[in-house]
């Protein structure tokens, strides 16, 4: 970048920068203690552009994605998605699957299964391409990019089976290692210095998502 005369770079961070912060509303100036190497790698990320930002006088922004999900078509009618071999992903995997290990049901939540904030790929993009537009004075600034609202494992289940009209067994399994109870966005940074705004409700998220697996198996 600096070879090359580029001065702007858009970063795409993570939630799991945080750990477990154990608060209801993550906001950027929480803490970020990272319990996973993904978290940490990321923030170790986050560092660095911080450091050549006020080395170079750059224009940097990290965005901190929550849970992305949903698919999308664009303007050549192209569908894409998440599908992966192994899927790993809370939403797609019970799409995919319709009987699923839940990992850990005896954590620190209403319910005892973890709490996500699920943002729409869709809404992602908008925010991306606001902070590519963005010509604010030079500096690093971070955006947490999310829902605001939390929503568990069972309530994920609850709400697709809503939508398939199809019951959705599970079973409760270990925990994996690292992962946090709580993880919800305040996102009220990015409404303000970037005018972003999720537009697509968890409803829509898991039917969007829904239709891009039911394309493609």
């Not at 170790?44 to 930002?53: K, P, R």
């Not at 729409?120 to 004075?137: F, M, P, Q, W």
Request: aromatic share 8%.
């Amino acid at each position: 970048m600096i070879d090359n005369s580029i001065n702007q770079i858009v970063f795409s961070s993570t939630c799991a920068v945080y750990g477990n912060p154990n608060v209801k509303s993550i906001s950027e100036q929480t803490k970020p203690i990272p319990i996973n190497p993904y978290g940490n790698s990321k923030l170790q990320a986050d560092l660095e552009i911080s450091n050549f930002t006020e080395k170079h006088n750059l224009n940097s922004i990290s965005l901190r994605f929550f849970n992305v999900a949903g698919s999308y078509t664009n303007k050549l009618s192209q569908f894409f998605g998440e599908l992966h071999k192994n899927e790993t992903h809370l939403i797609p995997r019970i799409l995919a699957q319709r009987n699923i290990e839940v990992y850990g049901s005896d954590f620190n939540t209403h319910d005892g299964t973890c709490v996500r904030d699920y943002v729409h790929v869709i809404d992602i993009a908008h925010a991306i391409r606001l902070s590519l537009e963005n010509k604010t004075s030079p500096g690093h600034r971070i955006y947490n990019l999310g829902s605001g609202i939390g929503a568990s494992v069972q309530e994920i289940i609850q709400v697709t089976q809503s939508i398939l009209n199809t019951e959705i067994t599970w079973k409760s399994g270990k925990r994996r290692a690292g992962d946090p109870d709580y993880l919800v966005s305040d996102s009220s940074l990015a409404r303000k210095e970037l005018g972003w705004a999720t537009r697509f409700d968890l409803k829509q998220i898991i039917a969007d998502t829904q239709k891009f697996i039911q394309k493609n198996l």
